[in-house]
């Protein structure tokens, strides 16, 4: 399903989840409330993996409907006041610690950098030539 959304979409999400297994076994030594640490990570990595879907979401849409930049706007918007209230409610009810949270959000930026090497590398343990 992810792959007829966008080709790339499986891929950097793939990547979000390795950023995330990195920063969980890197992370979890040098904190001191692992408990919180591990929940605020794995809160904003699926908030990462939400924003991606919702990304591509919004580009299809604007691609195949010629959508006005009005709206891609309010969508954008919309993804980072849902992000804001994601981060205000775990800070509320002490999910989970907000610093973890914010690497896991960011390893949607690590993950889009990391994505042409991951499908060169993919694309190699398939025995394949590369797609374009």
């Keep these: 399903m992810l792959k007829r959304l966008n080709k790339v979409l499986p891929e ?17 030594w040098l904190v001191k409330d692992k408990i919180l640490y591990t929940s605020g990570l794995w809160i904003g990595i699926l908030t990462a993996m939400g924003m991606a879907v919702h990304m591509a979401i919004v580009i299809e849409d604007a691609v195949s409907m010629a959508s006005s930049s009005a709206k891609l706007i309010a969508m954008s918007l ?25 690497a896991g ?10 994505q042409p090497f991951l499908h060169k590398f993919i694309c190699k ?3 394949r030539e590369e797609d374009s």
């Design 125 to 127: 343990k398939r025995g």
């Design 105 to 114: 959000v960011m390893s949607l930026k690590v993950a889009a950098y990391l």
């Design 78 to 102: 919309l993804r980072y006041i849902v992000v804001v209230v994601i981060f205000v409610v775990m800070m509320y009810f002490q999910l989970g610690n907000p610093i973890a949270a914010f």
């Design 12 to 28: 950097l999400i793939l990547g979000i989840l390795l950023c995330g297994i990195l920063l969980q076994l890197t992370g979890i």
